[in-house]
């Protein structure tokens, strides 16, 4: 594996189809590899249409919105369009169907016939979400993608997935995978287990479409709308509110069934219970010539593509970052524990070198792109450095007296879930004061006892502002207090790169800098505003992208070397 790998010869004339394209990954992706890789045969966007919305209008808006194909547009100008448009080509599809989605027949024989590497990006990355869908999306799309690399002439599978499938196992994590174990060393039959999970969907949607059902959320929507004040005579109003108390308890139950399914085989959540799934069945469908199973650790804000602090959504660390900016500063978790952030752009750098590698048939069977092997940040150190960076901020642009003075001298600091600071203990306090401002002293003057009144609203917002904190904590204790999670990370450097601008060596990382002058900026400008249900700032090219027909953009050709 020590042969060094031009990327832009190995992706020179080479035909790619990519799913998860409006992912934050698959973006980056996409963009990196047209920047740096313009001699790239053709990449096949594999897109959903959405409700009257065709593929291709979806990803037209995707490169001429998102802020992340801004160094394409500032380089080519009113060029870019005629530049995408040989380069791309979106086909309507979707991964959790199977052939992919792709229902014409002629573009399907030509993907099968023409597709060099398939990269998978799709997947459903919510922690806990209803195991129907993380089946659909994370399990039946890979097996789909598996199914579609097998019928394909030539093409291999890049598959994306997370460290994170190893589940609760603890220590040094060695880059391997055995699909026919769980993380405790029990025989796992992905096939068997799959069929279990589908009984057990059938079964809570039997249990929830029972007259019993029915009658419990009758009954409870005539509560709710006691209790709001409204007119529980009102028939198509209790009618409406008990179909939405129906789908919610349908829901709740899909994730129970989830977590406790994921908690018997030794996962930390649906998400990664289900990934690992994922991974069993492309293990079990293909020749090992045929796949590489690429996971990444935490992906975080890029370093410097497509520009320093560009990320997307809401999602891994943001919501604690985001926390510990408020005057919640006591973070349970334990010192020491690796907490394994990988910037988007060195993830995007390794994907490229595992699938340059994998087209070569030099691939290892797994790459994991994390930083705690070599270049260790320990939980502690990350919530020291998210601090720094707020109280930077707070000093100069904190929006008022207090932010400037009070906040900006505030530590955020580790401590052990049972702290007399910890978040249950502060939301005990805050509901008392919430209580006594509601009902104040009887013999106070009048005026006084409406203001205290008055500021009911903030305790409100408080209790409001700590439950989401409170569930955030819950669900990132297994990853920075409960288990030690250590990813060997060493098949990437296996393979040296001769272009500099696909480096991916985490050792290069200054954590520091990272932290401070990148990261939490990033966040603060394009995540932080979602928290807040404000909207991120927009990006509007000088020149308007719009997809050329094939016709008119005939694809360029290169020679494969």
Known sequence: ??????IKHSYAGRHVLLTGVTGFLGKVWLAMVLQHVPDVGKVYVLTRKKALRPAADRFERQVQTSPCFRPLHEKYGADMSRFISERIEVVSGDVSLPDMGVDDPAVLARLRRDVDLVINCAGLVDFDPDLRDAMTTNVEGARNAANFVAACDK??????????VTGKKNGLIPEVIRPDLSPEGEPFDVEAECAEVQASIDAILAEHESPEMDKRAHDDAVKQIRDKGGDENNAMLVRNTARRIKRNLLKDAMVAEGQRRAGRWGFTNIYTYTKNMAEAWIARRLDPGRWSMFRPAIVESAMSYPFPGWNQGFNTCGPLSYALGSWFRHLPCKRGNPFDIIPVDYVCRGMTVAGAALMRGEHAPVYQCGSSDLNLLTIDRAVELVALAHRKHLRTRGDTTLDRVVKSRWDAIAVTPDHPMRI?????????????LRDPPKGWPEFIRRRLTDMVEHTEDALEAIDKIERMCELYLPFIHDNYFAFVTRNLLRHPVVEPEWDCDPRSIDWRHYWIDVHIPGLRKWCFPL??????????????????????APAPHAEVV
């Open 155 to 164: 093409a291999v599978l890049l598959h994306i997935s997370t460290c994170y």
């Open 531 to 552: 928290f807040e249900n404000k909207t991120p700032e927009s990006y509007a090219p000088r020149h308007p992208f719009r997809l050329r027909s094939p016709e008119a």
């Open 424 to 436: 249950e203990n502060v939301r005990k306090m805050t509901e008392s004061v919430d209580e006594w």
């Open 1 to 6: 594996m020590n042969t060094p790998l031009s």
